[in-house]
C-alpha cells in the first residue's frame, strides 16, 4: 500500500516568511509524528499526534511552530517568520496499533531551506 | 546523559565482514527498540525492531537486547557495499505510540 507522503519535497524560502508543510500518513495509521534533522544531526523529535490530539508537543523549539491534524489524517507543520536555523529535513511518520509494538514509517522528508 | 548512545564511528568495515553496531540506553523502562537504516539524503527506513531479551534474527541482520545491561546492538552479517549508510537506534519509554528516541546514528562504510 502507500506510504507516507510528505509535500513539498523541497522547499526555499526568504526569512521572515511563513511556510507550510504537509504530510499525509499511512492509510489507517492513528498515530503521526514530526521530527526535523539539521545536516549531519539525529532525529529531533517535534510533536506527536494521536488522531486530531497532540498529546507531545514538548518537542516544538518555539512559538512560531505549530502543528494540526483534521479528520484523524493529514496534518500541517507550519513555521512562522522563518529562520535561517528552521533550515532541515522536516520528517513526518506515522504509526498504528499492531503487532510491531509501535513502529514508526517515515514519510521522504520535506527540505526546507530558509535564505 | 542522552537517552540514546551509539559508538559514534564511523565504521568501516570489508565486503564480507561481520559489522557490529552498538547502542546503550538510560532508560530502564524502555520496552521496544528499533534500528533504522538511513542512506545519505534519504529518510529513515526499519530494519528491525526487538522487544525481548536476547536474538533476533532476520536475514543477514541480528538485533541482540540486554535488558540487565541496557544495551542493543545490530550485527550485520556478510557486508555488502549497499549496507554503507547511517544506522539509527530508536527506543520507546514504555508507550507503544509515544515518541521514539533516537540516537544520532553510526556511519557504516562497506568497502569492497
Known amino acids: 500500500g502507500a506510504g507516507v507522503s510528505q509535500s513539498p519535497s523541497n522547499k526555499v524560502t526568504e526569512k521572515g516568511k511563513d511556510v507550510e508543510l504537509r504530510c499525509d500518513p499511512i492509510s489507517g495509521h492513528t498515530a503521526l509524528y514530526w521530527y526535523r534533522q539539521s545536516l549531519g544531526q539525529g532525529l529531533e523529535f517535534l510533536i506527536y499526534?494521536?488522531?486530531?490530539?497532540?498529546?507531545?508537543k514538548s518537542g516544538l523549539p518555539s512559538d512560531r511552530f505549530s502543528a494540526e491534524r483534521t479528520g484523524g489524517s493529514v496534518s500541517t507543520l507550519t513555521i512562522q517568520r522563518t529562520q535561517q536555523e528552521d533550515s532541515a529535513v522536516y520528517l513526518c511518520?506515522?504509526?498504528?496499533?499492531?503487532?510491531?509494538?509501535?513502529?514508526?514509517?517515515f514519510g521522504p522528508g520535506t527540505r526546507l531551506l530558509v535564505l | 546523559q542522552k537517552e540514546v548512545e551509539q559508538n559514534s564511528g564511523p565504521l568501516s568495515v570489508p565486503e564480507g565482514a561481520i559489522a557490529s553496531l552498538n547502542c546503550t540506553y538510560s532508560d530502564r523502562g524502555s520496552q521496544s527498540f528499533f534500528w533504522y537504516r538511513q542512506y545519505s539524503g534519504k529518510s529513515p527506513e526499519l530494519i528491525m525492531f526487538i522487544y525481548s531479551n536476547g536474538d533476533k534474527e532476520d536475514g543477514r541482520f541480528t538485533a541482540q537486547l540486554n535488558k540487565a545491561s541496557q544495551y542493543v546492538s545490530l550485527l550485520i552479517r556478510d557486508s555488502q557495499p549497499s549496507d554503507s549508510a547511517t544506522y539509527l537506534c530508536?527506543?520507546?519509554?514504555?508507550?507503544?505510540?509515544?515518541?521514539?528516541?533516537f540516537g544520532r546514528g553510526t556511519q557504516l562504510t562497506v568497502w569492497p
Open positions: 530508536a527506543l520507546d519509554r514504555g508507550s507503544t505510540l509515544g515518541r521514539l528516541y
Open positions: 511518520a506515522s504509526s498504528a496499533r499492531d503487532s510491531q509494538r509501535g513502529t514508526q514509517y
Open positions: 499526534f494521536q488522531g486530531n490530539s497532540a498529546p507531545d
